[in-house]
């Protein structure tokens, strides 16, 4: 499963690229709202800190197929590099997603909350398709559950599409579609700064420290 920053705060992703095996980073108009920035100008510096080859998804906001279509255009043009155009799996969106996947581009259906969304967006030529784990569960439904079926159905049918699961709060829904071997999940920094927090690790941690360097001095390492 690759993991994926969801996230348009540049500091946030120059740090947690640094530290995690994270292969890009997606957006969506409220995650760019939130910057405060104007969105090509953000989403050029994140493709400029994650470099060309490392994906980067942002989303249209028309209503209509053609018009999703000319703005899937503008920002693979405008922004370059491994560019995914997230576009909604709702009607219009299923018809700007067949034509623009036979054009070539690479689109990720998003706001995904059934799994009968996620089959049509992979028969319309997707490469992804996002549904919002987190936001079904605050729905009173099962996002975990969804994200497996929609993945279950693209592996019996043989369809190429991946499940980029979105829309996490903890650590166990990322390691449930982990442990599943879905496509890719995309987290928030705070949901990604939680996957490694345990206080017991840093205790184990830091006994080891205590110990050697009461052999050796404090201060002490390997060097
Ligand atoms: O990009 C869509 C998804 O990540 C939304 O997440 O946290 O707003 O439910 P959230």
Redesign the pocket.
């Known amino acids: 499963m690759k993991l994926i920053i969801?996230d348009a705060n540049v500091a946030a992703i120059r740090e947690l690229y640094e530290y995690y095996p994270v292969s890009g980073v997606?957006t969506?108009p409220?995650?760019l709202a939130k910057s405060g920035r104007q969105p090509y100008e953000v989403l050029k510096e994140i493709r400029s800190i994650i470099g060309d080859e490392a994906e980067l998804h942002a989303q249209v906001i028309s209503a209509k197929a053609e018009d999703m279509i000319e703005e899937a255009h503008k920002i693979v043009a405008e922004v370059g590099g491994n560019m995914f155009v997230k576009v909604p799996a709702i009607r219009e969106g299923i018809k700007a997603i067949k034509v623009l996947a036979k054009e070539g581009y690479k689109i990720t259906a998003?706001a995904i909350y059934a799994p009968m969304q996620g089959y049509l967006a992979g028969e319309a030529g997707a490469v992804y398709a996002?549904p919002?784990v987190?936001?079904i569960d605050n729905l009173g439904g099962n996002g975990v559950a969804v994200a497996k079926q929609i993945h279950d159905i693209y592996e019996n049918n043989g369809m190429k599409t991946q499940v980029l699961a979105?829309?996490f709060k903890n650590s166990q829904q990322v390691l449930e579609l982990a442990d599943y071997g879905i496509g890719a999940a995309?987290v928030?920094p705070d949901v990604m700064e939680g996957l490694l927090k345990n206080d017991i690790v840093d205790c184990a941690v830091a006994q080891f420290v205590k110990d050697f360097q009461g052999l050796c001095g404090d201060g002490a390492t390997m060097l």
């Open positions: 969801d997606t969506n409220s995650i998003t996002a919002y987190n936001r979105a829309s995309t928030a």
